[in-house]
């Protein structure tokens, strides 16, 4: 009987853990990460579209991107609404992908997906996510929600070497420490601004035009370990 319920407890705690684990995942059954190509989400759609052209559809691509909204059709389905570099998707999850209600706009993800082609068009089918902690994407537009100083190094009090207009774009090329100022919880970036400028500045002030001052979601497991 005691072996009886370790082996049970065993199962339990186990399965405890899985559920944890996955909280910040999800996948479709038979998922394969080898058969997705990297590729931001503009890229992939026209990548797709013109192979659709050519009579080939079912291309797979993973994208790092920011979570920006979902809603629920009402025969069950759930869609997702996605942005990266001037780019959005909005995609249904391919069916069995779990995706928790309370994930906040901007949490950084990388998603897998495909395109079909049901309606006589190409239309993305979500097959996998998971949650990042990365503050921003290197490689990635953003934009400034306020004038920003571009500075040497990683310091308020470094020299100010370029400047950031509010609204303008600049390339994030490097993410460095994670520091809370003004209250928001964000990273240090090296950018490159549109006139040549390399320096570091906040992220917390850039933007790819989701909510900007959400704090990066957490899942409970994670929350737990972090206080």
Avoid at 31 to 45: P, Q
Avoid at 100 to 128: M, N, Q, R, V
Avoid at 189 to 216: I, M, Q, S
């Amino acid at each position: 009987m005691k072996k009886l319920f370790l082996i049970l407890a065993a199962f339990v705690l186990s399965s405890l853990a899985f559920a944890q684990a996955s909280a910040r995942s999800g996948f479709a059954d038979g998922f394969s990460i080898d058969r997705y190509e990297k590729k931001t989400l503009g890229d992939a759609y026209e990548t797709a579209q013109r192979s659709y052209e050519r009579g080939i559809c079912g291309e797979h691509f993973k994208s790092y991107c920011h979570f920006i909204s979902q809603f629920d059709w009402s025969n069950g389905g759930t869609q997702g609404r996605f942005y990266c570099d001037d780019s959005s998707l909005a995609g249904d999850f391919t069916k069995g992908v779990p995706f928790p209600k309370d994930i906040p706009p901007f949490t950084s993800l990388i998603i897998y997906y495909h395109f079909e082609a049901p309606y006589y068009a190409i239309f993305p089918y979500i097959d996998g996510w998971r949650v990042l902690d990365d503050i921003r994407f290197e490689g990635q537009k953003y934009i400034a929600t306020d004038a920003l100083r571009i500075r040497k190094s990683p310091s308020l009090s470094a020299e100010q070497v370029g400047r950031l207009s509010k609204d303008e774009r600049a390339t994030v090329i490097e993410v460095g420490e994670k520091v809370t100022i003004d209250g928001i919880e964000s990273a240090w970036v090296k950018v490159r601004a549109k006139d040549g400028a390399e320096g570091w500045c906040f992220a917390g002030y850039l933007t790819d035009g989701t909510e900007y001052r959400e704090k990066p979601w957490k899942s409970a497991e994670k929350a737990e370990k972090t206080k």
